[in-house]
């Protein structure tokens, strides 16, 4: 398809892990992009990762590239309640426009 | 070291009227992109302004224009408000050729 796609809900339990996937559409993207919104305010840039690369761990981040299958994942370790919120990734498909996916949003239960 | 600003945060207006969004870039930065982001879905890329010209436009009409200034601030104008156009404005920021984007809090907008 010609959609970044990602699953639209995921739940987990404070202490956790949580995992989100997402499929972007252009092998050119230079980068990816991960992006943290919670309710009624903008985009909060969390990390990114070169396209060469097949993983970047910052913190409690920890991304994953697999370039084959154009699926890109963020790993939150340790989730916390204040780790709510609507999770996007976003690729470079052309020039330095990103093209978003739908957003997953990560419950987090106490 | 001021980030991304936008004003208003909020707006109503009635169909067929016009509306101008403005936009604050991150200190050092002097390009900025407009997005809309419709509700419960992901941003959707407007137009980036570099050099106080569009560089790249995506799938908008024409009733959406924009403008920056030498300062590198910018405003998104939209003509003839549809119900559709109804959402959240966000405006990003970033420093020339770099693809990082930092963005702003966006404007809320309401057509009736």
């Known amino acids: 398809g010609e959609d970044v796609e990602q699953s639209l809900f995921l739940s987990v339990r404070e202490g956790d892990s949580s995992v989100i996937n997402c499929t972007y559409t252009?092998?050119?993207?230079?980068?990816l992009y991960w992006y943290k919104q919670e309710p009624g305010a903008g985009l909060q840039l969390l990390t990114y990762?070169?396209?060469?690369?097949d993983m970047k761990q910052d913190q409690r981040l920890t991304v994953l590239l697999n370039k084959k299958d154009k699926h890109l994942s963020l790993r939150i370790a340790d989730t916390q309640t204040g780790d709510s919120a609507i999770y996007f990734c976003?690729?470079?498909?052309?020039?330095?426009?990103?093209?978003f996916g739908g957003g997953t949003r990560l419950m987090v239960k106490p | 070291d001021a980030g991304v600003t936008q004003s208003p945060t909020h707006l109503i207006k009635t169909r067929g009227q016009q509306v101008t969004l403005r936009c604050s870039p991150k200190s050092g930065h002097d390009t900025v992109s407009w997005y809309q982001q419709a509700l419960g879905q992901g941003p959707q890329f407007i137009f980036q302004y570099y050099e106080e010209e569009e560089r790249q436009r995506g799938n908008f009409p024409d009733r959406f224009s924009g403008h920056q200034f030498p300062n590198y601030s910018s405003e998104l104008n939209v003509n003839a408000l549809l119900l559709g156009d109804s959402a959240l404005y966000l405006c990003?920021?970033?420093?020339?050729?770099?693809?990082?984007?930092?963005f702003g809090p966006g404007t809320r907008l309401t057509v009736l």
């Open positions: 252009d092998s050119s993207s230079t980068y």
């Open positions: 990003a920021s970033s420093l020339g050729g770099e693809d990082t984007q930092y």
């Open positions: 976003a690729e470079t498909p052309a020039g330095n426009m990103l093209t």
């Open positions: 990762i070169f396209s060469n690369m």
